[in-house]
């Protein structure tokens, strides 16, 4: 397996930090997306001394 230059550097935009807090921000902010809320059940109770008689 050949390895990766390890001298190359990364660049980064001047604002990247600003960007990336303002996105962090924007993130923490918003509600969840990938969730659905669960429908309740009411479960119908049986009373068992009722059920034997």
């Known amino acids: 397996?050949?390895?990766s230059d390890q001298k190359k550097e990364l660049?980064?935009?001047p604002d990247a930090w600003e960007r990336f807090e303002r996105a962090a921000g924007v993130v923490a902010k918003s509600p969840p997306?990938?969730?659905v809320a669960?429908?309740?059940k009411v479960a119908?109770?049986?009373k068992k001394?009722?059920?034997k008689k």
Do not use: G, V, Y
């Open 49 to 51: 001394s009722a059920a």
């Open 1 to 3: 397996m050949a390895k």
């Open 44 to 46: 119908a109770k049986k």
């Open 38 to 40: 669960k429908k309740k």
């Open 11 to 13: 660049e980064l935009h």
């Open 33 to 35: 997306q990938h969730r």
